[in-house]
């Protein structure tokens, strides 16, 4: 009996995918649960299993478009799985020098003592490589997306800096116990700027709003947008109505969020309906950046690394946990005012997280 593999569903408004790659090979024995193909959509990689057991056969190859329900393998159930093969063990001699490697040898060493220590032997060609890759469908969407953001946007984008020290010793003191209670959860600075986003919603709800035609939206929940880095390029999943969630839920969500994001095994439900966005580019070594809208958001906030630096604190000259924070807004709705208050209250919150506990 052949059993058919079709395209499965792909969420609500997408249609087709791309074959990204086939993880078996035509006439391949697969067992029932195996991975034999993964399909790209515009936002999330989707992995394949066979249903059951036997030889496969490919119907579309490596990098064609598909459509849902598209038939693009099957399955020989009445195959039968391949008779594993004893090889006897030899010892392998050693393999002989062939005399054209000795005349290269030969060669190299003669110019060498004869020319520039950095020229390359009159037997020796180079040629000048390079590799073409089809940009991947996740990526084309990235490339239209924030040209499509910087095009339609008046995105203007305000800096500050924000005292760590007062966060890291909170973590530093509780982190053990922080773990303990809550089964292993850590505690990051992610959980913290996530709270302090939140309550600075609260006191300029425009960041959280988008332009609607003529109209601004503005909402009463926040569903945070935090941005993971992949192999396959950036995505954005959602934590939805994170104004509802202590900081141990906010960190299992961002820590479920970024294993699964790189692990290609996102949802597309999880990708949609984000009011505001948190990019944290320290991870990488970033100092300072300016963050790019996620359309129709208004406003995405850029976290980057710590570094101790001299600051002035009560007239002296002291070294302090310093991260540099960007804000990147639509300038259509937001004004620079607004802008600026709104990244100086988060400042406020991080660098006493005391206010974040007691709402002040």
């Known amino acids: ?55 496969l056969e490919i119907m579309a190859a490596q990098g064609n478009e598909v459509t849902v329900d598209q038939l693009v393998a099957s399955i020989d159930e009445t195959a039968l799985p391949p008779v594993p093969q004893v090889v006897a063990s030899t010892e392998s001699a050693s393999a002989p020098v062939s005399p054209e490697s000795e ?19 009159s037997s020796v060609t180079v040629k000048d490589e390079v590799r073409r890759v089809p940009m991947s469908r996740l990526r084309q969407t990235i490339a239209r997306n924030l040209k499509e953001a910087q095009n339609t946007a008046a995105i203007l984008t305000t800096f500050n800096e924000i005292d760590m020290g007062s966060v890291r010793d909170l973590r530093t003191q509780y982190r053990d116990l922080f773990e303990k209670k809550n089964g292993g959860t850590r505690l990051g600075f992610m959980s913290f700027f996530a709270k302090a986003v939140i309550g600075a919603i609260k006191d300029y709800p425009t960041l959280n709003a988008q332009i609607d035609g003529d109209d601004i939206v503005y909402r009463n929940h926040v569903n945070l947008g935090i941005a993971v880095g992949t192999e396959r390029g950036l995505v954005v999943p959602v934590i939805r109505h994170a104004e509802q969630m202590d900081f141990a839920e906010l960190e299992r969500c961002v820590a479920d969020y970024g294993k699964r994001a790189r692990d290609g095994a996102l949802k597309l439900d ?42 002035a604190r009560n007239g002296q000259v ?14 259509r709705l937001i004004d620079g005012r607004e802008a600026v208050s709104f990244l100086v209250r988060i400042k406020e919150l991080v660098e006493d997280p005391r206010r974040l506990l007691l709402e002040i």
Not at 21 to 45: F, H, M, N, P, R
């Open 1 to 55: 009996m052949t059993v058919e593999i079709r395209v499965p569903p792909l969420g609500e408004s997408l249609n087709s995918a791309t074959i990204a790659q086939w993880l078996s090979k035509e006439g391949d024995y697969v067992q029932a649960g195996d991975i034999v193909l993964e399909l790209e959509t515009d936002k999330v990689s989707l992995e394949v299993q066979a249903p059951v057991a036997g030889r």
């Open 103 to 121: 005349t290269l040898a030969e060669t190299h060493e003669t110019c060498k003592k004869d020319n520039h220590p950095c020229d390359l032997p």
């Open 270 to 311: 999880e990708l949609a309906g984000g009011t505001f966005t948190i990019t944290n580019g320290g991870i990488f070594g970033s100092l300072l950046s300016t963050p790019i809208l996620n359309r129709p958001q208004s406003g995405v906030l850029g976290m980057h690394t710590i570094q101790d630096r001299p600051v």
């Open 318 to 331: 002291v070294i302090r946990p310093m991260m540099y924070v960007a804000l990147s807004y639509d300038h």
